[in-house]
């Protein structure tokens, strides 16, 4: 079936640790995104790909980072600089960043041992 | 900015009744708007999209609607059920790429 897939569902990080969230797509699609979304806000980007090789800060990337070696593949590393990192966080892919439907991940719910 | 809002924050309504969501957004220079549904603990369904050039669109028991003049936008859903109980969240593709969500409507339909 074609979708996204994102692992682990849940995932737990140490203090002063680095934790990384893979999102993986078989749907051809050139954009990527990851969201993150708190209780009671809407769903804010962190990071945005439009294209292998290539990725930019979406509105909260601070304490983030992303990489897009391949086309399926845009895995989010949250790491130490992230002082809050407890949160739902939602993988998406679209055929391009614009004006098309974007189809979501199940989410992985991060949390802070 | 873009600023989207959806109001109300939680509804609730009896099976069978017919219900309406809102969602405003402050910059009406969008290329579109996106209906979306999560289930707890889930990760977002899209139910419908709405170019900047239409008015409406249609998926069974739900219509949404798109005025872009006023930055509104409505989704009705028909003869309610208790499967439609969810949080229903609404976005806006906007001219600079980024797509903004609201905060979401929880809706539950009460048997």
């Known amino acids: 079936d074609g979708g996204i897939t994102q692992s682990p569902k849940y995932l737990f990080r140490k203090e002063g640790q680095n934790v990384t969230l893979s999102c993986e797509q078989n749907?051809?699609?050139?954009?990527m995104y990851w969201y993150r979304q708190d209780p009671g806000q809407g769903l804010r980007l962190i990071y945005y790909?439009?294209?292998?090789?290539?990725?930019q800060k979406g509105d909260i990337a601070e304490g983030y980072s992303v990489s897009r070696e391949k086309k399926e593949s845009f895995p989010l590393t949250v790491t130490s600089a992230q002082k809050n990192p407890t949160a739902f966080y939602l993988c998406?892919?679209?055929?391009?960043?614009?004006?098309?439907?974007?189809?979501f991940g199940a989410g992985t719910r991060l949390s802070v041992l | 900015k873009q600023e989207v809002t959806q109001i109300p924050a939680a509804l609730s309504v009896p099976e069978g009744e017919n219900l309406v969501l809102n969602c405003s957004f402050t910059?009406?220079?969008?290329?579109?708007l996106q209906w979306f549904r999560q289930d707890p603990g889930k990760g977002l369904t899209s139910l419908l999209l709405?170019?900047?050039?239409?008015r409406e669109q249609t998926s069974g028991r739900l219509n949404a609607s798109l005025d872009k003049s006023s930055g509104r936008s409505t989704l009705y859903i028909a003869a309610s059920q208790p499967g439609d109980s969810a949080t229903y969240l609404c976005?806006?593709?906007?001219?600079?790429?980024?797509?903004?969500f609201g905060k979401g409507t929880r809706l539950h339909i009460l048997p």
């Open positions: 998406a892919s679209s055929t391009t960043v614009g004006s098309d439907i974007q189809y």
């Open positions: 749907l051809n699609h050139d954009a």
């Open positions: 709405i170019q900047s050039s239409q």
């Open positions: 976005a806006v593709l906007g001219r600079d790429d980024k797509i903004i």
């Open positions: 910059d009406s220079a969008i290329y579109n």
């Open positions: 790909s439009q294209i292998v090789n290539d990725f």
